[in-house]
């Protein structure tokens, strides 16, 4: 059912390649993206509120723990003993705000010694325990 074969005989294949299915479909593929390409990059632009906030003044103290590689504890910089720790936790926990700890734990400390300074502060009754890192470090 060849149209196209004028000096060739009837049962001769067809050498030619139909290029106007491609070409349909190359035209439909263009305005499909022709038509879809503004709605990619389409921007609402609005003008968001500014605002100003203050400092809350009825903000927690808090407690900064220092827990060294070689075991050493340190109570807002100054050196302590672990018995030491066990009255100021308590002395905390008794405070009516109760501050936070903030637990800075050095990364070759040994785990054991960072989990009993956590339990003992538990068992204080310290509620608010948190872990301070240095997110600028990279990773090695």
Known sequence: MSFGGFGQSANAPMSEINMVPLIDVMLVLLVIFIVTAPLLTHAVKIDLPKASSEVNPTQRENVQLAIAANGDI????????RSALEP???EAA???????????ADRTAEYGNVAQVMSMAARAGLTRIGFVTDPTLEQR
């Open 74 to 81: 340190h109570w807002n910089g100054e050196l302590v003993t």
């Open 88 to 90: 100021r936790f308590a």
């Open 94 to 104: 008794r405070s009516p705000l109760q501050p936070e700890l903030h637990i800075r």
